[in-house]
């Protein structure tokens, strides 16, 4: 098969929340930029059927999988949208598609607190500055506000007020979170000129009523607008190797059914990866396994972190436990807690019984960056590893037990169902551990004019929160150092 050849001066791999501000910020400087995305663009038509659903899973759930962790139906083989890779203690889900994991799930962004962040980052990042400027600039970016009043107060999302109450009665400390979608999309939801989607907690893989605020339809969109970003989706890039002044990088073009079609090389000279912690990872360590970047720091592969915790309590009123997504509500008990620090979100599950009252959390607690990645020769694939049953990650469902029983003790007939640190994780961060895998601006050590820009940087924690707004906000940051460092501004 024909090798095609390009070339351009700028190419980011990946088009989730980094890679798409990092696109934006090189369009604005007028650099020429590719950017490599291996999913497929998933445009939201008036059908209401771009995306699977819980309660229809196929083949769109799965990228190139008969299996996904999240059903246990055998699916076709297709590009979908969420890849899993099966480690050792942990199963690490990733995005595919145009947007990346914006298109899934919540959209929940969260700040840490100013001790939380230095917990995770220490002397990495300068909490003032990243508190100053860039997750403000992170936010505008997205474009994301609390849950209103009268949506708030629908039926929809009894479990949300319910959830409130008890916190209160509880005295645990909570806010509205903000969520990056498209309230008045949510409105029409609920009036029925919209599929259900969110209302209905049906987005675990996309939200087909396009109330979400996803990067392809915001931040990305602003970029191609500029004439200076083509976007290649159904590209999957399969190698990086130094050339002249800067890389070549070796990508497979798909068909819409997962077929290859074409084989292609870039030539750039400035590369940034931002394909999260599994793709990036990935790239990096099979390019230093193959001899092409000797030179990648020890660290590479390390600091890996995961400290999701999947919790569900029931036994109370009903309170529609199907309904009423995205996550509303953010529990911050980061101060009582004697365990750790605990972070939670309510969010709907689309199987509770319809007579029972559930309330299921998805919750956050610091853990130490246990995992690593390595490189194995046969299967030419990273594997993860996850000490699921060291003490350190066990502490985070200690301290959200603690959390839970405070909130049993304070609502009369409830008690927990499940709680457990999660085996099947969406938030695994880390990789490539900024400050030391990388300088300051992302620039790889060992390499020359190759960035990281996305989750990997992260050193295995996002203080305790979920990562997509600290992922935006350290992507904001970064893409305005390497900007300079290309246009030599």
Known sequence: METHQHRTDALVVGSGYAGSI??????????ATIVLERGRRWQVGADGDTFATQHRPDGRASWLSPKSPLTDQTLDIYPGVLESLEGEGLTMIAAAGVGGASLLSNGTMVEPSPELFRRAFGDFLDQ??????????????IGCSPIPKDVLDSDFYRSSRDFMDQLERAGIPYDLVDLAVDWDAIREEMAGRRTASHIAGLNVFGVNSGAQRSMDVTVLARA???GHVEVRPLSVVTGIRPQGDGHLVSYDELDERGTLVARHEVHTTHLVLAAGTLGTTRLLLRAKAAGHLPGLDASVGTRVGNSEVITARTGMAPNNPAEGGPCSVIVKDWQDNPHAPVTLLNFPWVDAPSHEGWITTIGASPTEPLGSFRYDAGKDDVVLNWPVEDPRAVRATHAVQHTLDRLNAATPGSRTAFNRIGTTGGNVVGGVPLGLATAADGSVRGARNLYVVDSSLLHGSSGAVPPALTISA???RVASLLVASVTGA
């Open 22 to 31: 990092a696109a934006l910020r090189l369009a604005e400087a007028g650099v």
């Open 128 to 141: 003032q500055e990243m508190h100053d400027v860039w997750y403000p600039q992170a936010r505008e970016l």
């Open 224 to 226: 191609e607008a500029t």
């Open 474 to 476: 350290v992507a904001a």
